[in-house]
Structures are given as C-alpha cells and as structure tokens.
C-alpha cells in the first residue's frame, strides 16, 4: 500500500509542479477541529489536522483538497499555500432530509406539504404536552388548550375540521407505529417531527390520514464519539387573569340590587325601588356581612406550584451497532391541590449491522405517568360568595357553609382521583438488502397501555358521606400490534430519471379491554378505593372489549426528472372492522408533481435565487374514527331489583338505530405551493393553498321518535376547508459570532357546511342542525343567539306599557334582525367562532454565547361565548347568589348600558351579550440563555453547557375576560410559567 | 450466510399471516355485550327486554338528561291546588306563560313514551320468532303490553295528537316512507283495550316480584283510559273487578301510606322501585355514579336559608323548594277532623340552629315569616315524597324512596267518578267514602256533585301526578285553574306573603294540551299538524 502512494506520488512529481500547503481548520465558531481528514481529490493521499487544527502537506499546484470531519459537512476547495478552512456543522444536511411516510426525502425533492419542526423549537416551551409545543411551530396547524391541568393535553387540528362525529385528531406515526396519543411521549427523546397536510404526502396512510398525519422520528445512536446530555429545569407557574370578582362589599351590594324592588309609578310615571333588609335578605350570611369578614375563594383554592423536568440520555455507537438511551422525569404541581402530573420515561434505541445486507434496528419506549385530579368544577369554588366562611371560628374547615351547600374546599380535600398509566412502545425493524435498488423492509411494532384510575369519595365527602364512602377502579388495556412489510425499489438512470418504487402490506389490530369495579359502604376511609374489596356495596362489574382491526395494501412510486420534474403517484386500500360488510374496503389514491423551477438553465445562474419550486398535488384519504360496533346495535345492560328481591339483568338497545350501511368518510384535497429561497436562503418561504372537500361525512341523522329510535349514524355530511398558509424565515445577520433569524406564519382557513344529515323541511329545503348548532354554509364551530343591542333605558318609548315584564328599563336589547316588529328565534344570528387567522412570530438572537428568543402567537377573528358574562354556575347571572366576573350592571342610579339590571330571576337574552371578541396576541415564550465557550470545558469533557431562563405565557393582549382566552370558563386554569434550566453535554 | 436464509424464512412466513384471512379478520367480533339479535329470537332474550324496560320506566324520575327528577314534577304542576317557587320550566308548566312546542319538558316525555313503545313493540313483534305457547314469552308479551297501554295512554292525555305505530324499528324498514298523521282518539283507546284486555288474560293476580304488572295494574291504567274516554262503564267494570280480586286494601291510617322507604303495601298498585342498592337506583354510565331521585327536594322549602336554620330531618331534610300546596287546597280540608291535613303536609319551621339564631329567638320557637321571601322559605309542604329513611343524612340530595305511581285509594275514586258519571249514586257513594272515611271525616251522606269528587281526588291524591288529568278529562282545568291556581296570600299586617297567581290570567284553551314537540313535527312533515295554539 504504501509502495503503491509513494510510486503514485513519484509519478506525479514527475510531471506536475508540486508546493506545500499548510492551514488551520475550524467550526463556524472558529475553533479548531482535530483529526479533519484532509485528501487531495482523485488519489488517497491525504492527512489528518492535528490539536491546533494545523495540517501540512504536499499537493500538485492547484490540485483540489477535500475535508471531511464527521458531524460536519465535507467542503472541497483548491489548495492554497496557505489555507483557513471553515466548516460548517451538518446540521444543515439534516434540515435538508425530511421524513415522509414510509421512507425519507430530500426536501428538495417534496412534491407535497410536508412542515418540519425542529427537536431543539419543541424543547422551548416547558410543558408536557408535544402538542402545545408544536403551537406556532407550522402553518396551518391549529393547537388549542384543552385542558391545562398538569398532565392534560392540547388539540391539534391540521387545516380546518373536516369531520363532525369521527374526530379531528391527526394520525401520529412514531418511529413508523401508529399511536392514538403521544401526550406521553418525551420531547426530548424527538429526532424530528414532520407535519403532513395536504393528500398527496397523507394518502400513503390511507383511511386514517384525513386529519393530517404527526411523523415523529426518535433519536437514534450514532457512530462515533458518545455523547452523554443532560438538560433539566425547574420553576414556578402562576396564575393570571384579566378581570375582577367582586370583593365582599361590592357582592354584597350586588345581591342586594338583585333584590331590591323594581316599580313603577303610574301617578308619577317614575321607576323607584326599595331594598330588603339586610338581616333577612343575607340570613345566615348576615353576621359575615356586619363583620366585613369575607372569604376570597380563588386565593383559597390556587396557590403558586413547582414545574421541573430531568432528562438525560447517552447516545454511542461502532459501526455496527449503535444505541441510544434515555431517562426522563417530569413533575408539574397543580396550582390547585391535589391535581399534580408526573412522567417517567425510558427509551433505549439501537441498531445492528448483522450481515453486509441485513441490519436489525430495535426500539423500546417505556413511560410511566401519574395523575391527579382535583374534584368537581372550579367554577364552584371561585363563584362562591365572598360572605361564606370556609373555615369557623376555630380555624376548622368547614363541610357545609352558611347557604346549606357543601363546601367545594372541603370536598376536595376528601376526594381522590388519580390515573396510572404504563405505556410501553416496541418496535422491531429488518432492513434487507436484497439486491440492487431493491430493498425490504419489515417494521413489526406493539404499543400497550395499561391504564387504572382510581376515585375515592370518602365518607365525609359530600357524595360519599350518603354511601360511606364510593370507590371505584377502572382498568384499561390498550394493546395495539402492527405489523408492515415495505418493499422498495431504487434506480437512477444516467444521473436524469430517478425512480423509486414503494409497496407496502400491513395488518393492524387494535383492542381495547376495560374492566369497572366500583363499590361503596366502607367502614374505613385510610386505604381511599385500594379497599375496594371491603366495600358493603359492590356494584356489578362492568367490562367492554370493543376490537379495531385494518387491513391496507400501499404502493407509491416516484419520479424524478433531472432534479427539475418530480412526480409522484400513490394509493391506499384499506379494510376496516368498523364499517358495514358491504363497505369495509376504501381506496385512497393521490397524485403530485413539483417543478423545481430555479434548476432550470435559464436560472441556474441567477445568485440571488437558491430555490424557487412550485408543487400541486391533489389526493383522497379517509377517516374511519368511528366508535366499533355501530353497524352491529349492541345491547346495553341494565340492572333492575323488584321489591326486595336480588337485581336481575335486562338489555335493551340505545337509543340509537344500527346501520349496516357504514362507510368512510372521504376528503378530497388540491394543494397548490409555492416555495423560495433568495440571497443563499437568508430569506425563505413557502406559500400555500389548498381546498379539501369532505364527503359522506358521518352524521346522527334525527329518526322520528315515534319509531322508539332518536338517532340513526349515516354517511350524509360534507364539510369543505380551504384556506392559505405562509411560512416566511428571514436571517438578517448572520456572522461568526452574531446570528438573528426570524420565523413567521400564518394560516388562514375557512371551514363551510355543504351538507348536513340530510333532514329536510316541509318545502324540502336542507334543515340546519340548531341542536349542534351546524347551518349550512357556515363553520362547524358556530354559535347561534339573539344579537345584544345594548341596555333599555329609563324614558326609552319602546319599553313594556305594563311596566312591570320584559322589556323594562335595565332589560337587554335584542336586535330585531328581519324586522318584523318583535323578538322571536327567528331573530338570532349566526356567529362564526373560528378564528380567521393564525400566526406566529419568532425570533432569536445568538451573540457570542448569549441567545434571547421571543416566540408570539396570535389569533385573529375568533368568538367564543364567555359564561363568566351570563352563566349561574360562573356567577355571571346577576342574581347575587354566587360570585362572579364584575360588570358594570344597571340599577336606577347607574343607567349602564353593558350589563343588565341584577335580580333575582332570570334576565331575559342574557346569553346575547356574552359572545366576546377572543383574538389575541401572546408574547408565548421568552427565553435568555448563555452557552459557555467550548475552550473552557474541553477538560471536563463538556462540549455544552448553556444555561437558560425562559418565561412562558408571558403577557397576552386580549378583549376576552377570562384566565384563559381559549379556555371555557371554569376549566383548569392556565399558567404562566418561570424556568430556569441547564443543558449540558459531554463528550 | 446461514443467518440470512433464516431472516428470509421468517420474513416470508409473516408475509403470509400478514396477507391470508382478511375478510375473517375484518369481521368485527363481539366480545361483551349481546346483539340486538338476542332480545327477539328467545323468549329468555323478550323477558330480558321486558326487565330492562322497568329500569327504562323508572327513568321517567330520573335520567342522564333529567338529573333533578324535573319531568315528574312538571306532571304534578298547572293544576288548581298548587303553587310554585322556581325551577326549569316553573314558568312554562307551573303559570302557563308561553309554553312553546322547543320546550325540552315536551320532547323529553314524548321521546320517553315512545321509547317505550318501541321496546314493547320490539316484544310483541319478536312472538313470531319464539314457540308462542312459551309461558316466559307470553308474560314478556303481555307486559310488554301494559307497557305500551300505559305509554299510549300517558301520550294522548297529554298530547291528544299522536302517532299510533305498533311496528318494530329496524334498519331495514326505517327509511320506508311514511305519511304521518294523527291517529284518532278511538283507534289509540281501541289499541289501550286490546293490549290490556290480552294482558289481563295472562298476567297473573299476584307477584314476587313487586312492581311488576299485574292483573290489578293492568285494569287500573284500564279504568284510567276508559275514564279518560269518557266510557263511564268500563271504568266502572275494571275498578269492580279490582276490587272483587280481594288482592288490595286501603291502609288503616292516612299516614301509613307514605311512610317508609319501602312502599309496597297493601294500598299500592303500581309502585316505582326504588332502593339504595343494585338495581335499585339510577346508575349514570358516564360518572359510574348511583343516584336515587330528587322527589324529596322539591317539595320542601328552602328554610335552611332562614338564620337561626340548619338542615335536618324534621324540618324535611335537604331542600329545593320548587312546589308547594296552595291555600285552596288546604281549604278543601276539615282541618280539624280530616287526618289528611297534618299527614301529608308540615306548615311551620322551628328554629333548630344555635349558631345562628336571630336576635330574640330561642331554639324552638317557631319561624314566623315577614316578607314574601322569607315565607317561600317556610311554605307549607307536602310531606308524601319526605324521606329520613334511605338518606345517610339529612344533607343528603338523593331519596331511594319508593314512589307511589297507582294505589287503591286513586282505583275507589276512580270508581266513584265513574259511577256518578253513569248515575249510580250508591256505588259513587260507597267508593267516595272510601278514603273519605279513612280520613276520619264522617260518612258522605248527602248529594254527591262532581265537585265534591273533584275535592276528595285533591284531597286524597294532591300532588301524586294525576290532578292535572284528572281536571282535564272532566273538563274542569281551565275554570278551576281560573278560580283557585297559584297562591294570594297577606299576613295580619297587610304584607303579601304570596302574589303569585300568574297562572290564572295566562291559561289558555290551547293549555289542555302540550304541543307536539318541535323536532318532532319536523320530522313527520306537513301531514302532522302543530296542536291549535301552539
């Protein structure tokens, strides 16, 4: 071998001029990297740099130098005496690659809508939830807060609602395994996240892709060095609101409007009104009222409570085998005891090389959760009244206050309800070789979840305290097993046609087994529902199995011509359990092509331009999440005891009608796309547009009760979305040491009722669904009231001449909308609550160490109806019987005209002014970092440490008064948090 | 190398399971809970119907969409003897004022009824698939009868346009078409007598299992329909025949009759089951909670909300205060003589709470209302529904009390209506002075009008849900609601202690009737007409 360099390099000697070279290699940063393989181009000679980066050696004059270092990306350039060479790390190759079903690509090559989100954007917001993480990350996929409890979850919608009954959830696909949640998956256990919207990248999963599909890519090990990460935080969350309670005084006088008399005077043609007696108005509370000693419920009920998260993971690997481990702990404290969350999670992936053709990859995830819930509705603890002591005079708490209700602090405190869940995610994989291009792949995975959650109303509980005690346990077993054979195939004719082929054959069954045992009558409350064996009472147990199974067939193959023209073409068949006999099998095909249009000659020239590709596609996919046994009529159990004797059993059916006839629901989707790039990509973006129409949409179509039947299920609806996304990045500095990009999107998305279950009226005229609120030609997210017209007034002329019923001065004005002289239900208006716009804004600053990121979201031109403004069970009724939001309300000596006058019956139209302008804009997470200069850990083996502050939910502009503008009154409320965290690396 | 043909193997045999039997594998199995196919082909599968449809009768006091037991109280109310506070539908169903066919109260019953008419019809309809001369098929059959007798019946006295349908629902037949139009009064009683008449030739006389029909249930709702028919002989016939089985008798004493949480005595016909135990109560699906009903709460006054008052069980336990007897109703009574009127009702609160008695009372003494407000909070009650027998504590919101649907009492006066009707004076006597007597009033001797029955009936059966039929089939609502509904009251010192007569200027011709709810009217078309007024 070395006989062979030297006779090389004689040779060239020989002939060619010959000179010395010597240079310095380094990271963007500048710092030098050691062992980069230095080669001249075309022959084997070469070296490596030393500790300084240095290398020195002898190359034929203008010969060319390739440098490569693993981790970065290799550069070739024309040797130089003396040369500084600067390389850049590859993150930039990873970015480049996207995963799509079945396979990756590269991002050039996408011809569909593909959003990738990357690990470190998830990481940012310290939450549980992956879902709340990807909030803002992508165009057109909407996050909204379900439940901010610790531990609770978020919705994610991917351009627009497109179904009524059968959900709305993406399809998420972690390391190729379909999983029905990913809430307790660790965020930092992600690789990559891809976003699939429009049908031609989604149709690949077929019947189960009409919501969009969640690729997640977990980290896998590597070759090479180890690393070893640990990144951990802690803080504190808190609460917020935008409006006042009422204090003591102020609900006092509340409740005494509310029942101060209200006449008129005909002699005089004047209004007075006279109030009750304190002693006899406010009963027992009247003693509270003489001793301003009041209660403020919200700071009984939530206090400040503790977020932390520990991750660590090793990643390592040879050649042939690689791995990589983790371990995770996440502890959210509810602001409101006892609600709490904790997650322990493990991860182990690895791979092995077995034969030159074979390798076998091997994926565990293990995660272990525990939740606690805090009882009954909150609204009843912040609506108490401010008069009622929780505790007496002895500093004991009360179980039942002065108003002869139970206390919700105290029923909390004798309540317990807590959730277990054991998940455990495998994933076999077999990669073959076969021969050539042709590739197999067999992916076999099995995800369980067992889940026990155990309520105990103890005996001083008020629902207890009737039982001795209620317990009950729920098991649920979820068990899902899957199992693919993909099949691929590869060619590249003379470097212009690329093809590849992919066909893929899949079983998936899925069982979900749950078992109830619940009981009451216990002589004991120290084991809460652990004794459930002792209980006097045992209720019968309860279990249900209800099974999901899907068979598919896949084959995709696409085209690539001279990296301009790329085409691809896909179909999906799919069986599915759930559906009628006659319909189980569904075919989802899709078609796309993109014209990369910047590779063109004419333009390969033009530097201001790195890329410019527009892409059109158009595909169907298919929804089948439908609860199972809905085309069978299964019979419901109900226990019945004649006198004394023991209960017997009897079933009946529900009261809704089987239909044999069940078939998918089917979107059918165009996208049309623009991407670009200008100026090497320092501004970039993509614009789109897509339109989706989706058919036989599944709806409870109402059957004439006559029949014994309320409802039958049929494939009747059609829901069309469309709208327009824009991604836009931006890297306005971007130098050695300073570094500022900002990240924009925005969507926008229409959503309108084509048809719904197919009711008719007497002119057979398509009959909107007024109980579910759904109208044709507008939104599923509709609300449908009187429209608010302001506060009658003293002296106005349209007031009742009776003077004393509706309307009368204090009273709410309704528009008369057709104007035909009085108020009827024809008169309420439809009122679209989905937003007509979302976006967010990013930015992020990295100088000399320091990074400071500020991420924005907002949301434009969404409604949503606030209870806290009408409803009893908010406080919102003006009836002075419970706390409430303070408005500025009507009385005699008040002529308010934003609140009606309080009393202590119901006010007429009062749901009508409580439709509230919920666009807001966040200031979501704001983060302050430092990362310590490499140079001084290198002894300690750490090649990062950086530490961190970051704040979320900041600071929100809203009009909507509430805890949360996307939360309904009452929920959980959300938190702004305060962090502090560290992430360290070592090598 | 050897490695590789194993991995091939595998490979190739999951390949095969992957690909074989997909028609078998996306059958969906069964695993936990039957057909519907089970219920019409056994007669085991009928009796099993048959059991369920009780717990779904029972519902009628307590359901997933009816958590307060409202719609039972929304039967007792707008009638001439009671007065009401406040509540879901108080001002629709308890002053009359601008009852709409959206109400939910409307839909709730006629979904109800029908409801149970399609399971009985599912019964009656599975005989051709059974060995008819099953005895557990006939019983299911003839119970699944009463049912739908009972059901018809509830729906005309409160609709009188209905739909009469005596066919099963299926998937196949469900989009037949159908032109929908009210049937006529006497094709719905013809259906009430045949189901009952073959009913009452296969029920037997007694049960073990009480609350089950019986022969004596199905000749009540009998003499009730035939009552509401206006046939005055039936009515007559059916309460002789009760009477002549010998297998009921009037309790001794007044109070006997709502005392206890187990109330199937001698007196009781048809009683709702209730008990705190399995199959005894209401179990909500969703919150895997038991419930009992609310039957309780709505007739006690909120006094817990007087200072000086705490709950317990004496002063009537947990309360909601939404229904109350009026002053005419108490007139009615001999208030010295009539047991009835300290029995089944309380008229005065003590002060029970130390805390926070008001200045000048003493544990005790009795609560003497000043204002209007206060006196809702110490109404007179109807004690019939009061329950310290199944509550853990008086705090306690849910009763496992029995409910009394039909009892003897209800059948004698039944005949006595009947048979004044038809002009036979001695039987209207005997059957008067049935529960008059009891009562410790003297006998009932002289003339007898339709008015001293219409007493009596409120008298004895206030507030047990058959006043406001009883009013309509003798064509008495609107004037006796005119006369005497809601309550005027003012103390000594000239206060209003009630001025709630709304009803009596708001009732309207069109208010004997319900409207037919308006989904429902809907669904069947133009063809099915809106009842007049609505």
Redesign the interface.
Known sequence: MKKTLLFISFFFYTFVAWSQVNGVVTDADGEPLVGVSVLQEGTKAGTITDIDGHFSMDVPVGAKLQFSYMGFRTVSLKSSPSMRVRMQEDTQLIEEVVVVGYGTQKKSDLTGSVASVSADDLNATPTSSVAEMLRGQAAGVVVTENSMRPGGSSDIVIRGKKSINGGNAPLYIVDGAPVDNIDDLNAQDIQSLEILKDASSQSIYGARASNGVILITTKSGQAGKTQVDLNAYAGAQTIKRNFDFYNGDEWAQLKREANRSFVYDPVTGTYSGSYMDDESLFGNMYSNLLNRNYTDWESLMIHPAVQQKYDLSVRSGKEKSKIAASLGFYDQQGMIAPAAYRRYNGSFNSQFQLHKRVSLGFRFKYAHTRGTQEDGNIANILAESPLLSAFDEEGKMLNMLADGKWSPLWNNQNYINETKTNRILTNVTVDWNIWGGLKYHLNANMNLRFREQGIYQNRQHEKGSAMGGIASITNTAYEDYLLENVLTYEHNWEDKHKLDVTFVQSINAIKTTKNVMSGSGFSSDDLGYNSIASASITNPSERTITPRRLVSFMGRARYNLMDKYLFSLSARVDGSSVFGKNNKWGCFPAGSFAWRINQEDWLVDVQWLTNLKIRASYGLVGNQAISPYQTQGVVDGYYFKFGDNDAIVGYLPGTQLQNPNLKWETTGSLNIGIDFGFLQDRIMGTIEYYHSTTRDLLMLASINQTSGYTSQLRNVGSVLNQGVEVTLGFVPVKRKKITWDINITLSHNKNTILALNGDVDENGKPVDDLTNKWFIGHSIDAYYDYQFDGIYQLGDADINPDHSSYPQPGDIRVKDVNGDGQITPDDRVIIERAPLLTGSLSTSLNCYGVDLSLDFYGVYGAIKQNAYLYSANQGGDLHGNRNGMKVNYWTLENPSTTAPRPRDATIDYFSSLSYQDASYFRLRNLTVGYTFPKKWMEKAHISKLRLYFTASNVFTATKFLSYSPELSAGSYPEPRTFVGGINLSFN | ?K??YY??LS?AC??I???SG?EN???????????????VSSPE?M??????????D?ELLRSNSDSESELYLILMMGDDITVPR?GEGI?QFGRCANLMS?NKFVANY??QN??????A??VIGAMKNVDSSSPIAQQAEAEAKVFRAHAYLRLIQRYDNI?L?TT????EN?NDP?I?TPASPDSVYALIYRDLEDAVAVLPLT??????FTRGVARHIWAKAALHHHDWATAAEQVDSIEASRMYALLDQPWRVFDGA?L?HSEAILVS?W??????WY?N?TT???NGHRMSLHFTP?Y????G???DFPSGG??WGRLFPNTYLASLYDQANDKRYNDYYKYAWVYNNEQ?L?RGKHLGDTLVA??N??YLNVHPMCTKYMDSWT???A????SFKDVIVYRLAETYLMGCEAYWHLNRMDKALDYFNRTYTRAGNPSWTGALSLQDIADEHARELAMEGDRWNFLKREEMLLSAVRAHGGEYLVNDKGVELMADTAIRINIQEHNVRWPI?L??I?????SFPQNPGY
């Open positions: 190398m490695n590789i991995i091939a490979l999951l390949t399971v992957g690909f997909c594998f996306l059958s969906e199995p069964v695993y936990t809970q039957p057909t519907s196919q089970y219920l599968g009796a099993s119907t048959v059991t369920a449809m009780y717990y779904k029972r406040a001002p959206s006629w979904k029908y409801a149970m008419i399609g399971y019809n599912t739909y349908t099963a629902a299926t998937p469900i159908v929908y049960t073990s299992s009480p609350g089950r187990d199937n089951q008990a705190k135990a399995i199959g005894g179990t699906t895997l909670t038991n909120n817990n909300q007087e200072a008052m705490a709950i947990y309360p926070s008001p000043k204002s407000a206060q509550k853990a504590n705090n306690d919101a849910q709810p989904t429902q809907e669904i069947m078309g133009k």
